[in-house]
């Protein structure tokens, strides 16, 4: 059997990750391999088996001592060969000495425990239609909030600093993000882009269940009528599962949201959406 090598993605080969996320039926983004790069340009991972991909990981290695595993893909015809567990093991080392999170498939929680991981809790991908609704008058365009602004918002609900990735999603090709201001303050932002199926909102995060109703329904108003559109909410804020289902989306799977080190002290009931399930 030959003998797999495992190196840092190119920018040219992300895409051909993206693409086996598409076939696992995970529904990325139509632009999303330009920001995943951006977040951390050495950490995604690609398996080559005589010079040929067959198998990607990302160990995204964000400051404050956080990383996040995501984009575990093997080839089908290539599983059950051991190459998963080295492309795993490649990962975790190179996050040796961080606090990592995950979101994983529930059915591989007891194979992540075996590595160190724990539940923390569990983030649901919801699924609706767009309804043709005037969009909120109050909202402002996210690319005219100062970045700093944004950068010290998203720290509130985000376990790192990640302000390069927060400059490329903002600025994603397709898509569209709206924030909330008050008395020069940040009170919440939301970001909408195209997938390959229909629209996925991600992040969602707001000071109140009415701002975040108010975002929700500023970035989906555009949208053709009848649209699908995604949000991935984590169970743990109530008042997020609530707004879900007071727009008549149904639970399409789940993943378990688990760390290595301690559970993150984060506004978790700001959070109304997550950013990606690739990302955190």
Not at 34 to 45: D, H, I, K, M, R
Not at 108 to 113: E, V
């Amino acid at each position: 059997m030959s003998s797999l090598t495992i190196r840092p993605m190119s920018r040219d080969e992300i895409p051909w990750a993206i693409e086996q996320a598409a076939r696992e039926g995970w529904n990325p983004g139509l632009h999303d391999a330009v920001c995943f790069y951006q977040a951390n340009p050495e950490g995604f991972l690609i398996g080559l088996l005589d010079g040929l991909p067959i198998g990607c990981i990302s160990a995204v290695a964000y400051p404050e001592n956080f990383g996040f595993i995501g984009l575990y893909i093997v080839l089908p015809e290539q599983r059950g060969r051991g190459y998963g567990i080295q492309l795993w093991q490649a990962a975790m080392r190179r996050l040796a000495g961080y606090n990592v999170g995950l979101d994983g498939v529930v059915a591989q929680q007891a194979n992540y425990g075996k590595s160190g991981f724990r539940l923390a809790y569990r983030n649901i991908r919801y699924e609706g239609i767009s309804a043709n609704m005037p969009p909120p008058a109050s909202l402002h365009p996210l690319h005219q909030i100062a970045p700093e602004l944004l950068a010290a918002y998203d720290r509130q609900v985000f376990p790192a600093s990640r302000p390069d990735f927060l400059r490329a999603w903002v600025g994603l090709a397709g898509s569209r993000g709206l924030a909330c201001m008050a008395h020069g303050a940040l009170q919440g932002y939301g970001v909408i882009r195209p997938c390959r199926q229909g629209y996925k909102i991600g992040p969602l995060f707001a000071d109140t269940p009415a701002l975040a109703e108010s975002i929700y329904a500023g970035l989906t108003a555009p949208l053709p009528d009848g649209s699908p559109v995604f949000l991935d909410v984590p169970e743990n804020n109530p008042a997020a599962l609530a707004l879900a289902e007071s727009r008549a989306m149904t639970r399409v799977f789940e993943t378990a949201r688990m760390y290595t080190g301690a559970f993150p002290a984060l506004a978790l009931e700001k959070q109304f959406g997550i950013t990606s399930f690739e990302l955190g």
